[in-house]
């Protein structure tokens, strides 16, 4: 597994662009959880994309969490965009390859039925 470090590196996640603040605790752990400022809240300025963690008591920790968390996020979108990209060329691949003999067979049978339909329209004869 790669360290915090490279896996920000590789999302393109400086520090400098990270806005960090530290709120107090909320939930279930008593008076303690509510008297330290243990959740960390981070907000990557340049995307606006926000993240905060409460899951352990240890501050550090949850900046460490956190910061998992955002380059998860990116990674997230960035999966996203490729998947996106590949289907786009795949639609392109699909739309320009040539059609199978039964397609253009199954064409040609309409095509014919529509000519006879319209030959049917004509002026009557007697």
């Known amino acids: 597994m790669d ?9 393109r996640i400086l520090e400098e662009d990270l806005e960090e603040r530290f709120v107090l605790g909320s939930g279930s752990g008593g008076q303690k959880i509510n ?3 243990s959740c960390v809240y981070l907000k990557h300025i340049p995307t ?6 409460q899951d352990s008591r240890s501050r550090e920790k949850n900046r460490e969490i956190a910061r998992s968390r955002l380059c998860e996020r ?3 979108e960035e999966q996203k965009k490729r998947l996106q990209r590949a289907r786009q060329r795949a639609l392109k691949r699909f739309q320009k390859r040539r ?8 064409k040609r049978r309409n095509k014919q039925f529509r ?12």
């Open 3 to 11: 360290t915090l470090e490279q896996r920000m590196k590789r999302a």
């Open 99 to 106: 059609p199978s003999p039964a397609t253009r067979a199954k």
């Open 35 to 37: 008297k330290t400022a």
């Open 115 to 126: 000519s006879d339909k319209k030959k049917l329209r004509g002026r009557v004869r007697s």
């Open 74 to 76: 990116f990674e997230e």
């Open 48 to 53: 606006g994309v926000e993240v905060s963690c």
